[in-house]
């Protein structure tokens, strides 16, 4: 069953919560619970559980020229913008107004600690993007290696951001070659997210981050061919009739064995 929230988050993060996530940027009128209860059952029973919330109450005025950049530019450059937001313990019936910066405020929902907002002394980090985590892909081959089927002969795999709605058409287009090739190529398709691997940068990728991971069998041939057909996008000025196709820009592709 998909969940209806974000992994990797301390707090309870639906799904709704998808594009402020991927820019940085909660809006005004945004109400955040750390428990999914809050959000799931009557809250005459959800208030005896819940410890935390939040409402966003104002924020900086949004630079209109980011929408013409990519989200990942956009979640960078809103990490020092400001936000304002109501911060209200259930426990002490207390609400106190705090005022901080969108960063903070992502850092205390990814990891729980509220000193982000309350203090100043605990410095929040931006998470390890998308495009940074490509360029290092190898670096995630051992404990990929380690969670796939030992029987599968290749592994191809790559990093999305869930969080962003255009996360899955690379999948689907793999999938889509896969089965027009059902006689040559056999697959399983999973994912793991940052917290599934060992390795110690694991904690400082962003939490919306996956690895999609196919596991194939076939020839090297046909997987190569099936993929060249998914993900390769001829150039619309082409200056010659040579093709270029670089497997590596798209993911890394090895033999298990």
Known sequence: MVSEYFDGFNWALPKAFAEALSKCLFEVGDIIYDTQKAYSIPWNEAKKVVKHSIQIKSISSPNLYLEEKNNESIFNENWDSEVVFDYYDYHSLNKIEISTTQGRLY????KGNEEYILSANIPATKPCMLKSVFKKIADYKLEISKLSDPNCEYLFYFPVDVANQTFNEKSKKIIKSFKSNVDLISYRIKS???QNLNSNTS???CPTLKFIVFEISGSSESINEALKKALYIQSKN???EKEYFRLKAHGALFRKY
């Not at 850092?107 to 990814?110: A, F, I, K, V």
């Open 192 to 194: 793991y997210s940052p």
């Open 203 to 205: 904690l400082t990728l």
């Open 238 to 240: 082409k200056k010659s």
């Open 107 to 110: 850092s205390l929902l990814w």
